[in-house]
């Protein structure tokens, strides 16, 4: 049994870890059942509410999925990646030496998803802001980006997001909102007739799917689904094998 350490980490991340290893590991593979809230519980030695946190930080890291009145189980392992630096679309423009460029689509309030509202940690009738925008590099359309943040948290906001302004700037000067961390999930997807009209694609049917979960400390604040272009985007990962 892994042993609970006090004085380190709070113990919700220390089961989160204890779990995320047997999966890493291959021990609990693709479609393993993990053990019942209860028995996690006396496992640890710790309350319900623990072992729930635990499970939904890895809920909403992608590595398990819950399935109403059967349990939790390890999911399809997707392509995550840690960012050795959290950028705005347009801070990482800029980087690659690029003129950043929004033209807003849509925007409004609306009652989410129920994917949107597990992974926002909403309440059941609480609405978001969601607005979709044209990214643009050098004037080239290159993605599809809808961000939705609680209106709770950011009130006003949606007349603060016109073309060519920053969401992440906005946040910051007018709300004092720094995202701190976020995790991010790639796909391959094949576009739609309105993506590829909208993004300008002819010669290609398939883009990246980039699913973006922004925090504020443990606190996740915006979620953020993006259709990039496949032949204008690419995504570069450093690779360390442990124990070298």
């Not at 949606?158 to 909102?177: A, N």
């Not at 996740?220 to 272009?229: A, H, L, Q, Y």
Request: aromatic share 8%; with cysteine; proline share 4%.
């Amino acid at each position: 049994m892994k042993a609970i350490r006090k004085g380190s980490d709070p113990l919700y991340k220390q089961i989160a870890e204890f779990i995320r290893q047997k999966v890493d590991d291959g021990e609990w593979g693709v479609g393993f059942q993990i053990p019942p809230e209860k028995k996690l519980c006396e496992q640890f030695n710790v309350s319900r509410i623990t072992v729930v946190k635990a499970l939904e930080r890895l809920v909403e890291e992608g590595i398990l999925y819950r399935e109403q009145g059967k349990g939790t189980f390890v999911t399809l392992p997707d392509f995550l990646t840690e960012a050795k630096e959290l950028l705005s679309f347009s801070e990482e423009m800029k980087r690659k030496g690029k003129t950043p460029g929004t033209m807003v689509l849509s925007k409004g309030t609306v009652l989410p998803s129920k994917h949107i509202q597990q992974r926002l940690k909403l309440e059941k009738d609480e609405r978001v802001l969601a607005i979709k925008r044209l990214m643009f590099a050098d004037d080239v359309p290159i993605g599809l980006q809808t961000s939705y943040l609680p209106v709770r948290l950011f009130p006003d906001l949606i007349g603060l997001i016109t073309d060519h302004v920053s969401l992440y700037s906005v946040l910051r000067e007018r709300y004092g909102t720094v995202i701190s961390q976020a995790i991010e999930t790639y796909r391959a997807v094949q576009l739609d007739e309105e993506e590829k009209e909208l993004l300008e694609v002819e010669l290609t049917e398939t883009g990246f799917s980039v699913e973006r979960l922004s925090f504020v400390g443990d606190d996740p604040v915006e979620f953020v689904k993006s259709i990039m272009r496949a032949d204008q985007t690419y995504y570069s990962v450093k690779l360390i094998r442990k124990g070298c």
